[in-house]
């Protein structure tokens, strides 16, 4: 019993530490592509709808800004 209860600890201990992982790397991922919107409202839900689509073609976490940073300078072009 005492191996079974230290199991089940140390992997809810595990799960935890990589749910909140994973939560933090999308809250960090979220806060880039809002900060790329510059307070423009359209620009905002343009750049999480770029998030979501980056998110679908699985684009590497360390391509990832140059890929949003490319989304923001597309919108740029298209809105002026």
């Known amino acids: ?4 209860i230290i199991a ?3 992997f809810s201990g595990l799960y935890f530490h990589w749910w909140l992982y994973r939560r933090i790397r999308r809250w960090t991922e979220r806060d880039l592509a ?3 919107a510059q307070g423009d ?6 750049m999480l709808a770029c998030l979501q ?3 679908g073609q699985k684009v590497p976490r360390k391509a990832l800004e140059s890929w949003l940073q490319d989304a923001a ?6 809105h002026r």
Request: hydrophobic fraction near 30%; charge should be negative; aromatic fraction near 16%.
């Open 73 to 78: 300078e597309r919108y740029d072009r298209e």
């Open 34 to 36: 809002l900060s790329m």
């Open 8 to 10: 089940a600890v140390s």
């Open 53 to 55: 689509q980056a998110r």
């Open 41 to 46: 409202a359209d620009k905002r839900e343009y």
């Open 1 to 4: 019993m005492d191996y079974f």
